[in-house]
């Protein structure tokens, strides 16, 4: 799987033509597809290469994420704004999060997890839209960067402990103390950081307030997800549980997602609202992966790839609009409903995924999460309740404000939405709400 994947898309590269590089991704995506077996929960593919349903699910999701970015950045091909340059950066991050996702070696993990923000940087810098985007970049390396350093240094004591460094075979039977729990604790500060989980998000507003379409869509679609992997696959290692450390995480990412709630609803900069909108999503993935319960992880894992597909979509539409208008700002974006009629239905379908409405996936994910969480401790509830009901709110308040009222004095005309614009939100929203036919695809079996 792994050398199809490197060998179209190095092939996609050298060509590095629109078409070709899109044919590359359609056929990764078919392969990636096949390799889905029910009976086998784990098989090595190569050298410190392990895939599972889950490696699959996020392999599968980024690629599909990185064709529908070659859609949505079809202005810079026409504007021959160093289009090479931006496809070959699309491909680089690829094959990063392919490595990251399929790797069962923990120091390439770590190489790898940490070397996917380069291209990511480098589509901020190059394709942004304000002179904020350098302080945005610097943001977000010096966060991400920072944070994991106690990660580093846990991985390498790992591989010394446990004489090996592999994913799969090491153990946590030598983290009994508090205080090594504690720096275990630590540790998880990187994938907190990458999650984003509230405190510790400012980095994610400003880069994506700052990003090009495609970096966006690839932000929230894909990398924020590594964090949610990286804890999926080291948390469970580490014990937390034995000391009750897992109970810090679980009440401060749900008192931070209720917190980034009710900041959504005061947001009148699109971006900026469904950014913060992830960190309440994201909040509850956390929480339902430190339960360390099947309910928990699995509805985590729904989660994860509901949003990805949800606000990649959001991001999508919300430059569509942006490229018409020249605004982000819901007080001049106002009234769209009569500027462009024909992108109201997919303003309320991605506002009704986003609030967890049927039959989105995100409904399904957040059912697990919130069924493990009351099971963990009854008084979640209310602070969950809370959850669910700004995510409502501020889904119907982005739909409401944008579409409905009187238009701005100074829109006069737009132009049609173009058959590839429906073309790429319907490749959004789509396997958003087909996937729960059958979730057993993105289904994690944890004992």
Partial sequence: MMTLLFSSLFLGACVLNWLSLMIAFIFCFMVSILLFKHNVDVFIVGVNMTLDTLSLSLISLSIWISMLMLQASWQISQTQKFTRFFMLMIVILLNLLTWTFSTSDLIQFYVMFECSLIPTFILILGWGYQPERIQAGVYMLLYTLFASLP????????????????????????QMSPAVSTWGLASLFAFLVKLPLYIVHLWLPKAHVEAPVAGSMMLAGVLLKLGGYGLIRIAPKLNLSLFNLNGILIIWAIVGGMIAS??????????????????????????????????????????????????????????????????RCL???????????????????????????????????????IIALVSWSKSLSFPLAWLVFFAAVYSLYLYSISQHGGASSFLFSVTPSTPREFLTLSLHWLPLNLIILNPILFQLIVC
């Fill in 151 to 174: 990660l580093l240094l846990s991985l390498l004591l790992w591989n010394v402990w446990d004489c090996s460094s592999n994913m799969i075979m090491a153990s946590g039977a030598y």
């Fill in 331 to 369: 007080m001049l974006l106002k009234g769209l409903q009569t500027m462009m009629p024909s992108l109201t239905l997919w303003w309320f379908l991605f506002a009704a995924a986003n609030m967890a409405a049927p039959p989105s996936l995100n409904l399904m994910g957040e059912m697990n999460s």
């Fill in 262 to 327: 009710l900041i959504c609803v005061s947001q009148i900069d699109v971006k900026f609202l469904i950014a913060l909108s992830s960190v309440a999503h994201m909040s509850m993935v956390l929480g339902g992966v430190m339960t360390f319960s099947s309910w928990g992880v699995n509805g985590a894992i729904f989660i994860m790839m509901g949003h990805g597909f949800c606000s990649s979509g959001l991001f999508c539409i919300a430059n569509m609009s942006y490229e018409q208008i020249g605004s």
